[in-house]
């Protein structure tokens, strides 16, 4: 399964505010604290490495 | 003169005066520079094979203090090979459960308990100076029974000479010095090899910048035979993470992640030790119970090996050859499965059963498996050590995740305790022909199996093996002067079936002296087997 990089999220504007709201109050570092658990935990839902380094080269690019 | 550089817990080898000490220089077949672990085990396989063998130690005995602790199911199992393993599973101590600590939390347990069925347990733990102990008990036991090893203490080797099919070494003893030769040489001298250095050959990796304090401490208090690791360790002054680990007689490991930037001399006064260990041990029982610093240390670490482990005449094994750092306790583990992959080798050329081609596979092997090894250890240091703010924050996120989050323990690394390496891909494999088991695939070391009343790999004998299960193979079979041992076995479900059949309804495997195996097919091919041994000895 290729990484999927069309438009996926049935609410773009809503899941933006709630990402943005998780970050609300947080110092820097909790906030990377924050993305890290969070980027930890969908990697793991993602499964597929192949996936996750197509994911790591289109992030880097 | 010959220096003495560190104590003797054992003094098993005085020197003694030989008469080839005032004779021109005696020629021996095989020369091993150390007497560490791996130079008495690659002797004792040696000598048991056989092959007369000279092992040269600086010292007169097995040095003291606190290195190795975790000896592996591997080992055991070629300790058993070797005749030595019962004596270090009675003494050993063992163990199962881990527990892994983020500051005062507690993240998680696991249990070790290796897959019922195997001979030995997944781990033991051991002082490294009674490891090597039993190793020298057993080269005695084999001497009185004519084994021609031989043991010179006190013999410094301080030059080294590659001759058109030969080595001369310089010799130095308390009574001068004198020259050897040797067709064949197995430098075992350590991580620091002075052979290395005198042949002008590299050892290059990467250096950890990081200190670890060693505190092995004698006392009686009621800890459970587990392994507790910290991360961030709670108690005062205890570094970045900190391991607490049981071993005979009493004593415990103890170790503390200093950092870099320390006054070593300052780290190792007594009274500063105690306070760090004194913070631990309330820490975890309320109150400090009485205990004895045995040993202590300040370590480095460093991840690198030599580019080839064979030069002309000269085998590089264990510290020498390569060094890894202890997370996962590769370093003693691994070399000891390099002298297995060397000895059987080296006695079938000396008996002119295998080209010298045969020897050219040590090195391709065992580099590969170094390079599995330093990767494991250098991922757990990564993980111990995190190098910038980001790589703090994903590590500290995999320790938090992990209390709550089944999926982020195994990404938690405090190293990955040592497994032998499968030889996928390599020169001497035959082909892999029966739809099996992965675990047993070509390349992979056998994986013990319980016979009856005892197991399977005490089944396989010094030489090559041809294993049948549920299908027949020839009462005997000689190839290119190697005669190769039948094991006929019938199997319908259990252990056997499971890790050499899986969905095959039978199959035959051809396995080498150090039980790897070379080749496995559904039905006996007598070409096809003769063909696979020929390449397992060098011949095609
Ligand atoms: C803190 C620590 C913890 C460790 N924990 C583990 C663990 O849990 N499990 C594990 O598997 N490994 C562990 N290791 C690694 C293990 O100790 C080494 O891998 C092992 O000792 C290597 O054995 P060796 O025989 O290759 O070398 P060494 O043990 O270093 O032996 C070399 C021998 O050669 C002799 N010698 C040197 N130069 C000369 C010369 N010129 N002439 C004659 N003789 C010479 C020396 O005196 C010595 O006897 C640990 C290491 C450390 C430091």
Redesign the pocket.
Known sequence: MPLNTAPNLPDPDGFYDELLRAHEGLSQAESEALNARLILILCNHIGDGEVLREALRAAAA | MVDV?YDIAFRLYPYVRVSAQDAAPLRHPVVI???????MAAALDLGKRGTPVLV????EGV?QG??????SKRTLEIADRLGCADAMLAKGVQWNVGRVFHGPERIFEFNLQAEAGHKYPAFINLQ?PYFEKFIVDEIRAAQAAGAPIEIRGQ????GLAQNDGFVTLEVETPDGPYQIEADWLIA????RS??RDMMGLGFEGRAFEDNFL?ADVKMTADFPTERWFWFEPPFKGAGQSALLHKQPDNIWRIDFQLGWNIDRKAELDPARIRARVDAMLEAQTGTIPPYELEWTSI?TFQCRRMEKFRHGRVFF????AHQVS?FG?????S?LQDTENLAWKLDLVLRGLAPDALLDSYSPERVFAADENILNSSRATDFLTPKSDVSKAFRNAVLKLAQTHAFARPMVNSGRL?VPCTYDGLPLNGPDALNGPARSRVGAVCPDVPLGEGFLLNQLGRGFTLLGINTQVPDSLTESGIAVTPLQLSAQDGPLAERYLGAAPAAVYLIRPDQHIIARWPLFNDAATRQALRRAIGKA
């Open positions: 550089r520079v150390g007497g560490g672990p791996i130079g040269l130690d600086d010292h040095g606190s290195r190795a602790i975790c000896f490294q013999n410094l080797v301080t075992c001298d350590g991580a002075p052979l060693i370590y094994a264990g510290d020498a202890p306790a590769r370093g003693a583990n070399g040592s």
